[in-house]
C-alpha cells in the first residue's frame, strides 16, 4: 500500500478527480490523503463516495501561524505555503503511515510508478525529489529552480526535513520570482547538500513530464504527467468550453495522445460535479478563463492546445 497526499480547494476539483481517476488505473493498492482547502470540497467530495480516499479539513487544522501568513498572500502563495504542512498532518492521521508521497493535484499518471519507489529503495535514502528537467528553450532554473515540488517522496522518520520546510514558508512564501526565494520550491535547493545522507535525486527525470520538458523527452516514456499551465475555458454564462495550456508549445502527438485524454477527462469530470451544484467560478486560483465562443474561434487556428467541445 502506497499513501499520498494532495491539497486542493472547490475550483482544482476537475483536477483533483482526473488525478484520483489516474491512480484506481496505474496506482493500486493506494490510499489518498486530500486536504480539503475549504469545506465546498470536503462536502463535494465527501458526497462522491469515493474508495482509497481520507479527507483532511484545513478549517480543522489551520494553526494561528498559518492564519496569520494567510491574510499576507494571495491564495496561490497560501496554497505553496500549505505543502510541508500537509505531510505533516498526512502522517499525522494515521501512526501507521511510514513512508507518503506528496504529489500536485495537477498530476495524471500514465503508468504504474513502481519503478520511482524501487528507484529510492535501491538508492538506500529515505526522500526522493525530482528535477524540472527543462527543454533548452524553456530553461528557468534561476527563476523556479532546479527541483520540482510536483513529486517528493517522504520517510516518517526525516520528520526535521518537512518540518523546516515548514518554518520556511511560513517566513517567506511569494511569487517573487526576481528573488533567491520562489514560492515553497526553491527551499528544495538546498536539500541534496544539507541532507546527503537523506535525500535522493531521481536519475530518471523522462518520468516525470511537464509542458516545459515536452519537447525533450518521448512523451511514451513519462510515468506522470505535470498538468502545469492547464486553463479550464468557460464562456460568460460559465459553461465549459475547453481547456488550453499556456507559454508552452507541445508536440503534436503529446496533443494527441496525452493532453486530448486529460483534457475529456476534466470535461467528465465537470459534468459529473454539476451533478453534485458545483459551479466553475471566476477566480485566478481555479485555473480558469472566461472566453466568449466568438474569440476562442479567433484563435483555436493559432493555438493547438485548444479542445473545443
Not at 159 to 169: A, D, F, I, L, P
Not at 256 to 268: A, H, N, Q, S, W
Amino acid at each position: 500500500m502506497n499513501y499520498y497526499v494532495t491539497y486542493f480547494d472547490k475550483n482544482y476539483l476537475p483536477h483533483g478527480l482526473a488525478l484520483y481517476d489516474s491512480m484506481c488505473k496505474f496506482c493500486k493498492p493506494f490510499k489518498l490523503i486530500v486536504l480539503c482547502v475549504d469545506d465546498k470540497t470536503f462536502e463535494i467530495i465527501n458526497s462522491l463516495k469515493l474508495k482509497n480516499i481520507k479527507l483532511l479539513k484545513l478549517s480543522k487544522l489551520e494553526n494561528k501561524e498559518l492564519k496569520k501568513a494567510k491574510k499576507t498572500r494571495t491564495q496561490q502563495e497560501y496554497c505553496w505555503t500549505l505543502t510541508p504542512f500537509s505531510i505533516q498532518w498526512a502522517f499525522e492521521s494515521n501512526p501507521k503511515i511510514n513512508q507518503i508521497t506528496y504529489i500536485d493535484a495537477d498530476i495524471w499518471f500514465m503508468k504504474n510508478p513502481k519503478p520511482i519507489f524501487d528507484e529510492l529503495k535501491k538508492s538506500k535514502k529515505q526522500i526522493l525529489i525530482t528535477r524540472h528537467g527543462f527543454s533548452p528553450e524553456y530553461e528557468q532554473s534561476h527563476i523556479a529552480g532546479e527541483f520540482c515540488v510536483q513529486f517528493i517522496i517522504f520517510n516518517r522518520k526525516d520528520k526535521n526535513v518537512w518540518v523546516e520546510w515548514g518554518k520556511n514558508c511560513i517566513k517567506s512564501c511569494y511569487l517573487r520570482p526576481n528573488k533567491e526565494l520562489m514560492g515553497d520550491q526553491m527551499y528544495l535547493e538546498e536539500w541534496p547538500k544539507k541532507y546527503p545522507l537523506k535525500v535522493h535525486i531521481s536519475k530518471n527525470e523522462k518520468w516525470f513530464l511537464a509542458p516545459w520538458n515536452a519537447t525533450r523527452f518521448n512523451y511514451k516514456d513519462g510515468i506522470i504527467w505535470h498538468f502545469h499551465n492547464v486553463k479550464i475555458v468557460v464562456n460568460k454564462k460559465l459553461e465549459f468550453i475547453g481547456l488550453k495550456c499556456l507559454n508552452y508549445k507541445i508536440p503534436l502527438l503529446t496533443k494527441k495522445f496525452v493532453y486530448k485524454k486529460y483534457f475529456l477527462k476534466i470535461k467528465r469530470n465537470v459534468s459529473i460535479l454539476k451533478k453534485v451544484n458545483y459551479i466553475v467560478s471566476n477566480n485566478y486560483y481555479t485555473n480558469t478563463l472566461i472566453l466568449t465562443k466568438n474569440f476562442v474561434k479567433k484563435i483555436i487556428n493559432k493555438n493547438f492546445n485548444f479542445l473545443i467541445k
